[in-house]
Structures are given as C-alpha cells and as structure tokens.
C-alpha cells in the first residue's frame, strides 16, 4: 500500500525480498522508503508509484492498493471509473493526470499482481469498502476484466436457477425445472461477476433459425450494457452455427428488442416446431432479427 507524493526516472532494478520476508513472517509491518541504492553506493530518490508496482512484483502480492487524493480514476466526463480493464485500455477515455499511476498498475498485472485498487485516504472506510465488498468503491484495475462472459457449464445450474426464479415467480419467464435446465445447459451465456453468476442468456438452434431466450440480469446490476454483450455473443455464436435470423418471444421486453434491430413479425413467421407449441395465453410478441 503507498501514497503517492513524488515521482522520478530512476528504476528499481532489484528489490530485497529476503529480508522483506524475513519481517513479514516475524510479524511486522513493513514501511518502505522510496529510497534505493545503486551498486556503486549512490543514493536515489524513487518514485513512489514506480517503487510500489517493483515491490508487489517481487512479493507477487495478490493486490496493490493505491491511495490517492481523489475516489479513484475518471474519465474525461469526470465520473468515476469503477473498473479498468487493461486489456481494453482504448475502450475508456481515461482523464489526464494518472499516466503513471495506470502504467504502474499495468506493470504489476503483467507481472502476474492480480489486481490494483485506486481509493482516497480522505474517504473512511475505503479500504474496507474496496476489499470486501462485491463493487467496492475506488477503481480496481485489473490485466483481464474479474467479470467474464462466457458459456455456462454445468456448474452454473444454481446460478442461473436463481436468477431466473424471481422472473418465472411473476410469470415473466417461463418456469424451467433444475433437470430442463441441466439438459440444455449447453445454450445457456452467463457472465460471471467475481464469482456470481449475474446475467445469462440461452441460444435455440431451429436449423438456421434461432431463438434468443431466457435474457436475464440481476436487478443490481441492470443499468448496464450486460444485456447488449449477452446478445452480442448470442450473435456471434449463432452466426458460428450459420444461423441467418434470430426471433425471440416476449411479453416484457419489446422496446429493448425493438431497439437492437430486431422487428416484430407475425407468429407463421416462427418455424413450425415452435409454432406448435405457442402459448397463446401468454400472448408473447414475437419479433425477429435477420444476421445477414
């Protein structure tokens, strides 16, 4: 952990971890100056950013945490960026001012620091905020994003069951048993927010027809554009299976659908075996999107 104060061009080039371990497996807290010796016996000022990253990098320490003025990093609107992923570095307008502290951390996640929190020292309870809690409250910066898209696998029932369940209780869903769902476990897309399952969506393959279904995000994090990766990898794997036009039915999210390219359609339009089983109690709309 360090404060930022002066930064400089000297490099560390080696950090004593042995005598590092030695005091932390005594017990100690470990106050490091920004001080370093060169072999011929000159004396450097360091940088604090710099010698912080070189330390977590010889300790390979699980996180560095960063305590700065501000809450975190922030873009250039201002507002507070609550995850850096520095593998899609381009993809954030980053507000000027922090160059050092980013490549600092970006060093660290390449020499395998799993993650690096930017907090303020002037918020309480900041730091206990950022490590124990699911969204923290500084900016976590990490090599790869900590929330993946990916497909489900059968250790994923649980999660999806409750994420489902709350839907199907007010007959947004239709209800799916644990055994349907094991099933077609296979067509599920779930993302994966620090170990919770927190959005998923499910591809049915009609030939070259396929139904989008089953797209839900927990309510905590609905304010998102979760719901547009989810659908973004429902195309790409359906263009994978040569799928040429999606449809999905829906009594709640029509304007969303509405608003991602797809149209509404009459209900011949489903095929055949999907038009045999059409609920018309639940009165879905249905609407359609072609891939190419």
């Known amino acids: ?23 932390l497996d005594g017990g100690s807290i470990v106050v490091i100056p920004t001080i370093g010796y060169s072999p011929s016996g000159e004396i450097f000022y360091l940088g604090t950013k710099h010698t912080a990253s070189q330390v977590a990098q010889a300790r390979q320490a699980d996180k560095l945490i ?25 993809e954030t307008k980053l507000a000027s001012g922090n160059e050092i502290l ?10 395998g620091v799993n993650r690096c929190h930017v907090i303020s020292y002037q918020t309480d309870g900041a730091l206990i905020e950022e490590l124990f809690t699911r ?6 910066i990490v090599g790869n994003s900590y929330e993946q898209i990916r497909p489900a696998s059968i250790d994923d029932v649980l999660g999806i069951l409750r994420l489902i369940e709350p839907l199907e209780s007010e007959g947004v869903l239709v209800r799916r048993s ?21 959005s998923c969506a499910a591809l049915y393959a009609f030939d070259q027809v396929g139904e989008v279904a089953c797209v839900v995000t927990h309510p905590d994090y609905r304010k998102s554009d979760r719901g547009d990766r989810l659908l973004d990898a429902i195309e790409s794997r359906a263009k994978k299976l040569s799928i040429n ?6 009594t709640q ?10 149209e509404e359609c009459a209900i011949d ?24």
């Not at 305590?67 to 381009?90: P, Q």
């Not at 969204?135 to 976590?140: P, R, S």
């Not at 055994?179 to 897309?189: D, N, P």
Request: proline fraction near 1%.
């Open 1 to 23: 952990m360090f404060t930022s104060s002066y930064t400089s061009n000297v490099l560390v080039r080696r950090v004593n971890t042995n005598t590092l371990s030695h005091q």
């Open 66 to 90: 960063c305590m700065e003025d501000d809450e975190g990093l922030r873009d250039t609107k201002n507002g507070l960026i609550n995850e850096l992923d520095l593998s899609r570095r381009e």
């Open 102 to 111: 980013i490549n600092a951390c970006d060093q660290a996640c390449q020499a």
């Open 135 to 140: 969204d923290g409250c500084g900016t976590q």
């Open 178 to 198: 644990r055994e349907l769902l094991e099933a077609e476990i296979e067509q599920f897309i779930v993302i994966e927010r620090d170990g919770l399952l927190i």
């Open 245 to 250: 036009r999606l449809f999905v039915l829906t």
């Open 253 to 262: 999210s029509f304007h969303w659908f509405i608003e991602r390219g797809f």
């Open 269 to 292: 339009q489903l095929p055949m075996e999907k038009r045999e089983c059409y609920n018309f109690q639940r009165n879905s709309r249905v609407l359609q999107k072609v891939l190419y």
